[in-house]
């Protein structure tokens, strides 16, 4: 379960969009309980960012009763808005078995869903899946392929953020959630990293050009803007020759 509960907070969004403000700061002041009651009835609505913070706190147990089946059936109706956090969310409650029944081959679909509109989350799971041979054929090259993409988008948020703090900083609550967050990628990030060289490890110099081609193909599934945005962020990595680059640019 604890497995669960981090890939459930990693990369959630700070919650403060305009129409449910009142929640999300109720949620970053840790007021999970007032943040719960902003949430459900913009969520019945079909707000759906509304929809994905409930679930998420559902999960948790956070100002609700922990209701993993209410979880999922929130984030159903948050993925069916085109939410590719939700579908990634669904993923792994399928591929556990939690709030659902376990199903591997509806696990890839939705992490092959959120994989394909950018979410680098969605990416790395499924690239497992592929490493593992979990619910698919066991598959190398697309394993590799689907790390890079996910990793690369990682860095590249790194490079773009360079968060500093100073003692101010430190006592906001949101700033202190935002540490977390990064704190959890970078865990996550050194996870990919290890499967990276692992796969490197194995692999025939006829299998490199193979997926080199699979990054070509799967970078379209980056997120829209990276391509510009990022374009002359200067990026130092200690394994950046696991990442070929060229293929990314």
Not at 24 to 44: C, M, V
Not at 151 to 159: D, G, K, N, T
């Amino acid at each position: 379960m604890k497995r669960i509960i981090l890939y459930f907070s990693v990369l959630t969004p700070l919650l403060c969009h305009a129409d449910f403000k009142d929640g999300g700061d109720a949620y970053i002041r840790g007021d999970y309980e007032t943040a719960a009651n902003e949430f459900i009835p913009l969520a019945k609505r079909g707000d759906h960012r509304a929809m994905y913070a409930l679930g998420s706190m559902y999960v948790a147990g956070q100002g609700v009763e922990k209701d993993l089946k209410k979880a999922f059936e929130l984030f159903k109706e948050a993925a069916q808005n085109g939410r590719a956090d939700a579908m990634y969310k669904l993923g792994v409650m399928y591929e556990e078995g939690v709030g659902t029944k376990k199903s591997t081959k509806k696990a890839i679909r939705y992490y092959q869903k959120s994989a394909k509109l950018g979410y680098p989350l969605g990416q790395y799971h499924l690239g497992l899946m592929y490493l593992n041979g979990s619910g698919v054929k066991q598959n190398s090259i697309n394993a590799y392929a689907w790390m890079v993409v996910a990793a690369h988008q990682f860095i590249y948020e790194y490079a773009s953020k360079n968060l500093t703090a100073d003692r101010k900083q430190y006592k906001n609550k949101k700033y202190r959630l935002m540490l977390v967050q990064q704190k959890q990628k970078d865990n996550l990030l050194d996870k990919i990293i290890s499967h990276l060289q692992e796969i490197r490890a194995e692999i025939s110099p006829d299998e490199i050009d193979k997926i080199k081609q699979r990054v070509i193909k799967y970078s379209q599934y980056r997120w829209k803007h990276q391509a510009t945005k990022f374009k002359n962020i200067e990026i130092t990595s200690d394994i950046e020759s696991l990442f070929l680059p060229e293929t990314l640019q």
